[in-house]
């Protein structure tokens, strides 16, 4: 070899083979063209040896790709993980890219069942709403299969992640209401996953904008489980003995809870101001007027595929903290 970077001739004289051979397993022509699976497995193999050469990392990447994305949410009856896995299914099939799509409920276990089962489908890449606390099990994944957190992220990962803003966004939402109420309520779940806990700091950064002080008895979380939102407002209504002026929730499974609540107790619209992260056409019909947080699925659907796209190329990534803006919807 003339040079220290191995070519596509160095490959097929080391394998016995043409060029052209070596060029159509790389693209994965090898099937049409009636490779065999031998001839195959000696080229890849020469090719392994060299893969400290990123343009044979990624001859070697485009050789091995099934094609297909793992993606891993933990409630697929979640109105705002739905719409993503719209979005992300039609931006990737555009790419001729199938997704392989797995729920974890909410369970750390399942989760790390499930994504050891989208290894050994040997999927591209992976990205991943995650409940675990450490990034320790996606590291070790990530070393062979890159892995890409959404919504959730893990502190301090060196993992990239996608999410939406919060903390300016759920400020201007509540600042207005607060300005003219003196007391207003965090009703939420799960403050220790970062998504949340950042809604948290929006809605806490609103209320000192518009003056007020939060009150440590207006922060009401716990862990979340099905109907955990009408239960906790439930729970509120009689300590205080009646209803709080204001509420702000960090998702749109616990506003759909809250109203329910609301609903069986036939509260007047009048008496009670909401606001909500997770907007969904569903509240333009809403008997309770409700100015919303609406994330911007296509762009964070779009930004998944470009950056998955820039890993499995081997690109370094401008951003590995990348903050999607959604937009308030204000009621009529």
């Known amino acids: 070899m003339a040079s220290n970077k191995l070519r596509i001739n160095d490959i097929a004289r080391l394998a016995g083979v043409s060029a052209t051979t070596v060029s159509h397993i790389f693209n994965k022509r090898d099937k049409k063209y009636r490779i065999s699976s031998l001839t195959r497995q000696k080229v890849l193999a020469i090719a392994e040896q060299y893969k400290e050469q990123s343009h ?6 485009k050789a091995k790709s099934t094609n297909t994305i793992g993606v891993i949410v933990p409630d ?8 993503f896995l719209h979005h992300l299914e039609a931006s990737f099939r555009e790419k001729n890219v199938q997704l392989l799509i797995t729920c974890s409920h909410y369970n750390k276990e399942v989760e790390i069942n499930v994504a050891q089962n989208l290894v050994e ?3 591209d890449a992976m990205i991943v709403v995650t409940s675990l ?6 590291m070790s994944i990530n070393q062979h299969t890159p892995v890409l957190f959404f919504d959730r992220y893990i502190e301090h990962t060196p993992l990239p992640f996608i999410t939406s803003e919060a903390i300016g966004s759920v400020a201007e939402l509540i600042e207005p209401y607060a300005k003219k109420l003196n007391e207003f309520y965090f009703i939420g779940c799960d403050a220790q996953l970062t998504s949340i806990r950042a809604r948290l700091q929006g809605f806490k950064q609103g209320l000192t904008n518009a003056g007020l002080t939060p009150a440590s008895d207006w922060i009401i979380c716990d862990s979340y489980c099905p109907n955990k939102g009408y239960d906790l407002l439930k729970r509120l209504h009689q300590k205080l003995g009646r209803l709080p002026k204001a509420i702000f929730t960090p998702s749109g499974n616990l506003l759909q809870e809250v109203l329910s609540y609301l609903v069986e107790v036939k509260v007047n619209p009048d008496q009670i101001c909401l606001c909500s992260y997770d907007y969904n056409i569903y509240l333009d019909y809403s008997y309770y007027p409700i100015d919303a947080i609406a994330q911007d699925f296509q762009t964070m659907a779009l930004t998944c595929v470009n950056t998955i796209d820039d890993l499995l190329n081997f690109k370094a990534l ?9 937009q308030i919807k204000r009621h009529p």
């Open 56 to 61: 044979i990392r990624r001859y070697l990447v």
């Open 76 to 83: 697929m009856s979640n109105s705002f993980f739905s719409m």
């Open 121 to 123: 489908r040997k999927v």
């Open 133 to 138: 606390d450490s990034d320790e099990f996606y």
């Open 318 to 326: 401008k951003h590995n903290a990348i903050f999607i803006k959604p």
